[in-house]
């Protein structure tokens, strides 16, 4: 079955394009499967999905970690089917548990103000702020080209998942920080004789990684008393574009989503904030 991953793996990455780390999460779903079956990929049937989706529960794991990996399973069969490798497809008929959607958590503009009011280095201030003004993922801001920037015609360019290209506008802030922050880096360049094309490189040399923008963003968070990580900051840029009025649609293509359901759900985090307001001011 082994080989049989690697190739689906291989489909993934070439044909459909998907991040290194989306990548690595299938690996260790379906190595995980096939080192609990231990079956070649044409000896798997429902029964056998089942069991491992039952093992799965006797370990407790949370409902989100079971459906990603059925999600995966679900994946691999419905391509071994469509490229003749397995005769049927054994997860077709396995139903995705639901789980209660939670509402993401979110912070204020005050909060915002905040976490960039303090003594931050050009490059960190800029982090905070394409993190909320383009409401970007991680990966997306820490993929970031200098030549993805367009200061003339103020807006970025970056890739999301699947390598899908979008387009988002800068403001007057972000702008303002990435011209603070460039000839920063100018003398960085210099300074330890680098070559990348990457946007954002610390003081000490070293291009910004995922972990860094975690760390920082989490270290940011104790300055409100909140535990936060980037894609806090996505929420709520997707949520304070809404409360102000912003379409749906175009609250969707700023953050890359394919479908508006899933953009829908910040239509939602919006009520509830609302409501939470009017309850904290008519408490009495």
Not at 103 to 121: A, F, G
Not at 152 to 168: A, D, L, M, P, T
Not at 190 to 206: A, C, E, V, W
Request: charged share 25%; with cysteine.
């Amino acid at each position: 079955m082994y080989e049989v991953i690697s190739q689906y793996l291989e489909y993934l990455e070439l044909e459909k394009g998907l991040s290194q780390n989306t990548i690595d999460a299938y690996r260790r779903d379906l190595y995980e499967f096939a080192n609990y079956t231990e079956c070649s990929v044409n000896d798997i049937n429902r029964n056998k999905i089942a069991v491992f989706i039952g093992y799965l529960r006797e370990r407790n794991l949370a409902p989100t970690s079971i459906i990603r990996k059925i999600a995966s399973l679900r994946g691999f069969f419905k391509w071994t089917y469509s490229m003749n490798i397995t005769t049927n497809n054994p997860s077709s008929t396995i139903e995705q548990p639901k789980v209660p959607q939670k509402l993401p958590k979110v912070v204020s503009l005050k909060e915002i103000e905040e976490m960039l009011h303090s003594d931050l280095l050009p490059v960190q201030s800029l982090i905070i702020e394409l993190l909320y003004s383009c409401g970007l993922r991680v990966s997306e801001l820490v993929n970031l080209n200098l030549t993805d920037i367009d200061m003339n015609s103020k807006y970025i360019r970056c890739f999301g998942k699947g390598s899908k290209e979008r387009i988002i506008p800068i403001g007057k802030q972000a702008v303002e920080k990435l011209k603070n922050y460039l000839p920063e880096r100018e003398l960085l360049i210099k300074k330890y004789n680098l070559s990348t094309k990457r946007l954002l490189i610390f003081d000490s040399g070293r291009i910004a990684n995922r972990q860094d923008i975690y760390s920082f963003i989490h270290e940011r968070g104790k300055l409100i008393h909140k535990n936060i990580s980037p894609h806090t900051l996505r929420h709520s840029f997707a949520t304070h574009l809404l409360e102000n009025g912003a379409d749906l649609r175009v609250v969707q293509e700023l953050l890359g989503h394919s479908d508006v359901s899933t953009t829908q759900l910040y239509t939602h985090i919006s009520k509830k904030r609302l409501k939470d307001v009017y309850f904290s001011i008519n408490k009495d």
